[in-house]
């Protein structure tokens, strides 16, 4: 099965999730669904994924992890909050990105009355074109 755009059929998961089940459950019941559909949908998804951290050729174990990672090429991190305006909750999906070496990220925040205001993506190793002038 061909999968052209993995962050699109993501969000349109997300989208159909909280249509059904609205704002103000826990992150984890999210979670479950969202898997849930994934996998209904064909993808390969690992839940909690332990995020390693090299450190110096060392490989050290400090209980990061992603929520889900979709076919070793997208990570999504959800919330439930009020806000993502934050810098560490993109800060934290960035690090996830980078130690996985994989290029996608969604950011989810399913507390949110409209899911489209509570969805950010970003793109590993990303650097906007400076302005030479």
């Not at 755009?5 to 479950?32: C, F, M, N, Q, W």
């Not at 060392?58 to 992890?65: A, H, Q, Y």
Request: charged share 30%.
């Amino acid at each position: 099965m061909a999968k052209i755009d993995i962050s699109r059929e993501v969000i349109g998961a997300a989208l159909t999730i909280h249509r059904k089940l609205g704002p103000g459950l826990l992150e984890s019941a999210y979670e479950a669904c969202l898997a849930y559909e994934l996998e209904k949908a064909g993808y390969r998804v690992e839940r909690q994924k332990a995020v390693p951290l090299i450190y110096e050729a060392v490989k050290l174990d400090c209980g990061f992890r992603a929520d889900l990672v979709v076919d070793d090429k997208l990570v999504l991190e959800l919330k439930c909050k009020e806000t993502l305006q934050h810098p560490v909750d993109e800060a934290q999906l960035l690090s996830y990105l980078r130690l996985l070496n994989i290029p996608i990220g969604l950011l989810i925040n399913f507390h949110v009355a409209l899911l489209k205001d509570g969805i950010k993506r970003m793109v590993n190793n990303y650097r906007e074109e400076e302005d030479f002038l």
